[in-house]
C-alpha cells in the first residue's frame, strides 16, 4: 500500500523557517519523482516543487524560488522541503504527491501557518 505522511508544519513569524518531511512507502521510492504541493483555505491546491527520481533535475514555482529548497534521502524514503524567509502569504496545508501505478498518491497534509 502506498503511503505518504507529512510532518514539520507549525506556527512560524514572518520571516522564520520550517522543515517538512514527506516519509513515503509502499512503492520503490528511488525510482519516482516527487512533488510538494499547497493549498490556502479558499484556494486551490497549487504546485511549489518537485524533484526527479535522482534528485538530479528540480523545479519550484516562481513564489518560493529563492526562499524554499526540495530534498530527498533515498536511503531513507523521505523527502524534505525546507521553508526559509516566510511570508503570510505561504500559509496553507501542505502536501506531498507521487504518481505511481498509474494514479496520484497524496498524503494527509500538514499545517504551515505564518503569522505577521
Known amino acids: 500500500e502506498v503511503q505518504l505522511v507529512e510532518s514539520g508544519g507549525g506556527l512560524v513569524q514572518a520571516g522564520g523557517s520550517l522543515r517538512l518531511s514527506c516519509a513515503a512507502s509502499?512503492?520503490?521510492?528511488?525510482?519516482?519523482?516527487i512533488g510538494w504541493f499547497r493549498q490556502a483555505p479558499g484556494k486551490e491546491r497549487e504546485g511549489v516543487s518537485c524533484?526527479?527520481?535522482?534528485?538530479?533535475?528540480?523545479h519550484y514555482a516562481d513564489s518560493v524560488k529563492g526562499r524554499f529548497t526540495i530534498s530527498r534521502d533515498n536511503a531513507r524514503n523521505t523527502v524534505y522541503l525546507q521553508l526559509d524567509s516566510l511570508k503570510p502569504e505561504d500559509t496553507a496545508v501542505y502536501y506531498c504527491r507521487v504518481g505511481a501505478y498509474g494514479r496520484d498518491f497524496w498524503g494527509q497534509g500538514t499545517q504551515v501557518t505564518v503569522s505577521s
Open positions: 524533484i526527479s527520481s535522482s534528485g538530479g533535475t528540480i
Open positions: 509502499g512503492f520503490t521510492f528511488a525510482d519516482y519523482a
